[in-house]
């Protein structure tokens, strides 16, 4: 099975599994340098709530935790990659941080969160996970999607979003939204 590292943190270059199956395209070290450097760039990771969509094998998640998160949620519908991010999260022994969730991901999420990190198959409808996901922000709170090569954003934001940032990095594309304060 092959391994991702950690890139920084308190778990900075520990070892996780990564499934690279069909199901999941692990998110590799510089993508996910520069999907951590922007996020620090717009707030504070530090005790966040954290919304780790279409989770694989927690990269994201644990990377988050690793720098500081509060919480993670981490939803996955695929059974091989939550069984791999399972043993991730016992072999890093954050499991009191960690809720997983076994489902696809939906518009009625009951929880809020600070931070929403959603890195979805490429072949999964990009406009339908922001207009799913934004609903589960806090006001100010900010959602990074990754979605493929240089395509346009995926999304006109309307009223309480807005694309605060989006930049390329090959075949990856991220953007940063925001919810507004005042909704």
């Known amino acids: 099975m ?10 900075g270059s520990r070892l ?7 199901a999941t395209h692990p998110m590799g070290d510089r993508v996910r340098s520069a999907l951590f450097a922007r996020l620090l760039s717009h707030r504070s990771i530090d005790g966040a709530r954290v919304l780790d969509a279409f989770a694989g094998t927690g990269t994201l998640g644990l990377e988050a935790l690793s720098r500081g998160a509060g919480s993670v949620t981490f939803i996955e519908r695929d059974r091989i990659a939550l069984g791999v991010l399972r043993s991730n999260v016992k072999l ?18 009951s929880d809020l969160y600070d931070i929403i990190l959603a890195d979805p198959p490429y072949n999964y409808p990009q406009p339908e996970t922001v207009s799913r996901l934004v609903e589960a922000l806090q006001p100010s709170g900010l959602m990074i999607l990754s979605y493929p090569g240089r395509l346009r954003v995926p999304y006109q934001p309307i009223g309480v979003v807005v694309v605060d940032d989006f930049r390329s990095y090959g075949e990856a594309t991220l953007a940063v939204f925001r919810k507004l304060s005042d909704c």
């Not at 950690?6 to 778990?11: T, Y």
């Not at 890093?92 to 969730?101: A, D, H």
């Open 2 to 11: 092959a391994k991702l590292r950690i890139i920084a943190g308190r778990f």
């Open 92 to 109: 890093l022994g954050v499991g009191e941080q960690v809720t997983v969730v076994s489902a696809p991901v939906k518009r009625d999420q």
């Open 16 to 22: 996780i599994s990564a499934d690279v199956g069909r």
